[in-house]
C-alpha cells in the first residue's frame, strides 16, 4: 500500500560554537594562520539585507514551464514511476493539500521506488533561476531515500528524504541554472526510496523565474579576465604543504587535504591571489571522519602580523553555517550566526560558494542561495581567499578540498 506519514521533525539542537583568536604564522609563500585556543566570540545581531544587484536586469522571452502549477494534470510533463504510480494527482488522492489549487506531484511514498516527472525547458538570461514549492515528509532516518532536481540526467540538487528534513508545511526552493543559459534542458524532479521506513516528496508551483540580477550578456560572466582554478590533480601547483606534529597538508588523491592533528586549531591557507573587486569562490569540502567547522575565507588581507577576513563555514552534522569577519586589529563581529539549513549535506562533499560584489555577499550550499548579507567591510580589489579548517576537541580533524574556484564576476 502506498502509505502517508506525517512527521514532526525533531527540534534542531543548536551547536554552540566558538570563535577562536588567532595568532598569525607565515609560511613560504602562502598565508598559514594559526589560532590559540578559544576565547569565546563577539556577536551581534545578523544585519541579513536582501538587496538589488546595481546592474539593469535584462529579460529576454517568456520562457517558463508549462503547467508548472500542474492544473493541467499530466500535460507536458513525462511521468516515470517503477511501482506504476500516478505521480501528478488531485486533492482527493494526495495526503497533502496541494500549494496551488487541485493538483499536486506526490513522488516516493513506496518502499524501493523511483519517481520522476520531467519535462524540457528553455534557460534563458531573464529566466534561469527555478522555483518550486516542496513538502518533505519521511519517517526514515537520513541517508536511505533521496529526493533529487536532475537537469539533462546530472543531478543539480539533492537532498535526503528523511525525518530531519521534513517540512511540515510547503517550503519554496531556488536552483541557480545560470549555467544553461541559452539552453533547453531536461528539467527532472526525482525520488528513491529503499525497502522500509516510508519517505514522500511532494512538488507543486515550479517555475523559472528571474533573480535579483542578471549578467548582461555585453560584459559576459568572465570578461573581467581574472580566472582561478585548481582540481589538485598537479601536486606542484603551488599550495603550502607541511608534515609536522600539529599538521598534514598534502596534496591527496587529487584533493587538499588539511589535517590537524591536536585539538583546538583553526588555520587558513590561500593561494594568495589578487582578486578583483567582485569575484566568486567555490570549492567541494568533507571530513572522511572527525567533524568540525570548515570552509572558505575570503576579503582576507595582511598587513604585517595582522589580517582580516570573512570566513563562510559550515558544520554538518547539524547542518549549519556562519559567516562572520575578523577586523585587522582582532574584532570578530558575526554576520550570519549558526543557521540550520538542509541544504547542507552531512556524509557527501558540500559545494560551498560565496559570491563578493560591491559590498554585498551571497552565500551558497550546493547551488542553492542559503543568505545573503551586505556588509562594507573588506571591498576592492586586492583581497585574497582560500580555506580554512578548525580542530576544536575532535583532532585528529582530516578535511579534504577539491575544485578551489576564483572567478571574477561583473
Ligand atoms: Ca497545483
Ligand atoms: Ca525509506
Ligand atoms: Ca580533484
Redesign the pocket.
Known sequence: MRTKHLLVAPGMTLALMLICVFTLQLFAAQTDVQAEPCTGQTSMAPAEVEADWSYLPVQIGAADVSNG???GGTSVWTEYSALGWPLIVTSTILPVT???????VWLGGDDDEVSTISQTVAITIGESTLSYWQWIDSEDICGNDFGQVLINNTQVYSISLCDATNTNDWVNRTLDLSAYIGQNVDLQFRAETNGNLNSNLFI??VSLGQENYVYLPIIGRNSCGFYYFDDFSDPNSGWFVVDDSERTYAYLNGEFQMLLKKDDYHYFLTPDLVLPGNYRIEVDVYQPSNSQDHGLVFGTRQNGDAWETYQFLVYPPTQEYFLVKRYMNGTWVTLINWTYNPEIYQDTPNHLRVDRVGTLIRLYINNVQVGSVTDASFTGAGRDAGLRVYSGDSAPVDTRFDNFRATCLP
Open positions: 502549477d500542474f492544473e496541494p500549494h496551488s489549487g487541485d493538483w499536486a507543486d508551483d
